[in-house]
């Protein structure tokens, strides 16, 4: 599995208007059939640059998923998402690839 990271910062002028936006854009990305599923986080520190920052963390199936992804959808929803906010957003994106899950094992008596 690999993941498509997508850290944005976002200025307190746009902020709530972005995070109602950002349902459908997350939306409209997994609606390119790509990826199978989305988490949006919050990113809980204090910006020195003011604003808040979240991460929105795609999930695709195969590298090949990705980079469909890049080649066929990517430009576009990112234009988009520049006319609608320009400058009032700041956005770095990272490629993550699942090596392996933990999860906790039961605890016997």
């Known amino acids: 599995m690999y993941i498509y990271n997508v850290t944005i910062n976002v200025d307190d002028a746009v902020h709530e208007e972005w995070l109602t936006w950002m349902e459908t854009h997350i939306l409209d990305v997994l609606n ?9 986080t919050q990113i809980m520190v204090e910006e020195q640059m003011g604003g808040k920052s979240y991460s929105v963390q795609y999930t695709a199936e ?3 998923d990705l980079e469909d ?9 990112r234009i988009e998402t520049m006319q609608k906010f320009g400058d009032k957003i700041l956005a770095f994106r990272t490629e993550l690839k699942l090596i392996k899950e933990f999860y906790p ?4 008596n």
């Open 69 to 77: 992804y890049y080649s066929e959808d990517a430009e576009a929803l």
């Open 105 to 108: 094992t039961a605890m016997s």
């Open 32 to 40: 390119t059939g790509k990826f199978i599923s989305a988490k949006f």
């Open 62 to 64: 195969t590298k090949d």
